[in-house]
T-cell receptor, first 107, second 114 residues
Framework: GQQVQQSPASLVLQEGENAELQCNFSTSLNSMQWFYQRPEGSLVSLFYNPSGTKQSGRLTSTTVIKERRSSLHISSSQITDSGTYLCAMNNNNRIFFGDGTQLVVKP | DMKVTQMPRYLIKRMGENVLLECGQDMSHETMYWYRQDPGLGLQLIYISYDVDSNSEGDIPKGYRVSRKKREHFSLILDSAKTNQTSVYFC?????????????FGSGTRLTVL
């Protein structure tokens, strides 16, 4: 079964709009992480966020471990934010990835 | 400079040929991983290595084997490649064995099996 469900699967924004990406986990987890995959394929870690809220610039991640969910908020989106956002959960050192949210930001 | 390096970036092989994908990291991380990613999907774990000669199957190990003789190197081997092994392969490493604080990824190898 799919341990990590991400929504929405895809999202189109106008530049300047905000976005909320969701990640839900079907099993208990030790920690989770958000990644950004550039259009050319390389992966960048955005947040390692086992619990609570973390912010980095226009990005905010909030994880509620007890409710098995995490969200990634992107404020004032920019064209360069386009790409795929992946969340991953760590369950006893096994790391499971969601299928990702494909984000397109248009001018 | 923390880095995970994968070689080659692109590779084309014929069905039945052997394939060697190499991965190196300069952070002395204990744990290393091989994932594959298919279009529209997330990453699927092929193998995980906890240290030299300490490897464990992931979720889709069939058709693959790995080798880790030095902490900084982790190889993925496809003996007699199949067309359904066409994919993008990512190597990753992390500093802790029990709870991976953060994963560091390589740039990926795009493998095409004809």
């Amino acid at each position: 079964g799919q341990q990590v469900q991400q929504s929405p699967a895809s999202l189109v924004l106008q530049e300047g709009e905000n976005a909320e990406l969701q990640c839900n986990f079907s099993t208990s987890l030790n920690s989770m992480q958000w990644f950004y995959q550039r259009p050319e394929g390389s992966l960048v870690s955005l947040f390692y966020n086992p619990s609570g809220t973390k912010q980095s610039g226009r990005l905010t991640s909030t994880t509620v471990i007890k409710e098995r969910r995490s969200s990634l908020h992107i404020s004032s989106s920019q064209i360069t934010d386009s790409g795929t956002y992946l969340c991953a959960m760590n369950n006893n050192n096994r790391i499971f990835f969601g299928d990702g949210t494909q984000l397109v930001v248009k001018p | 400079d923390m880095k995970v390096t994968q070689m080659p970036r692109y590779l084309i092989k014929r069905m039945g040929e052997n394939v060697l994908l190499e991965c190196g990291q300069d952070m002395s991380h204990e744990t290393m991983y091989w994932y594959r990613q298919d279009p529209g999907l997330g990453l699927q774990l092929i193998y995980i290595s906890y240290d030299v000669d300490s490897n464990s199957e992931g979720d889709i190990p069939k058709g693959y084997r790995v080798s880790r003789k030095k902490r900084e190197h982790f190889s993925l081997i496809l003996d007699s490649a199949k067309t359904n092994q066409t994919s993008v392969y990512f190597c990753a490493s992390s500093p802790l064995q029990l709870f991976a604080e953060t994963l560091y990824f390589g740039s990926g190898t795009r493998l095409t099996v004809l």
